[in-house]
């Protein structure tokens, strides 16, 4: 009903991306905030500002051939002043974070660390 009035209520924890007939007006804060709909003003989405974690499971091998399966949790936030590049530019965030993850370094470091602990380890 409120937004059938042109107002909208911002949650705590949230934000909310504000057009004007389509282009990108402002980033809204929590809150009550007035939107008349016949003016143009409309609301794409919102978005969430609580930290937020994905637990990504790497299957990767080491220099002396023993596989290894590696979770690691990764933590991640959108930040109210970047609030909208995070809803426009990302179109898969948790995608994007996984590719990152098995693309990036962070195998190379996994890679490097278990081969230094299974070395120890089998040396005892």
């Known amino acids: 009903m409120g937004h ?10 949230t934000v909310v991306v504000k057009e004007h007939f389509g282009k990108f007006d402002e980033v809204l804060e929590p809150g009550c905030h ?3 709909w016949c003016l143009g003003y409309q609301v ?3 978005l969430s500002l609580r930290v937020q974690q994905l ?3 790497c299957e990767t091998k080491t220099n002396d051939n023993v596989f290894v399966t590696v979770v ?3 933590q991640y936030r959108a930040l109210a002043e970047n609030a909208a590049d995070a809803f426009y530019k990302l179109s ?3 995608g994007q974070i ?3 993850v098995f ?7 996994i890679c490097s660390y278990c081969h230094g602990k299974m070395r120890s380890l089998c040396s005892k």
Not at 4 to 13: A, F, K, N, P
Not at 103 to 109: A, L, M, N, P, T
């Open 98 to 100: 996984q590719s990152y």
């Open 103 to 109: 693309d990036g370094c962070f195998q190379i470091y």
């Open 44 to 46: 794409p989405g919102s």
């Open 72 to 74: 690691a949790s990764i």
């Open 55 to 57: 637990d990504v499971r």
């Open 4 to 13: 059938t009035l042109g107002c909208i209520q911002v949650d705590q924890s």
């Open 34 to 36: 007035c939107l008349p």
């Open 92 to 94: 898969n965030t948790k």
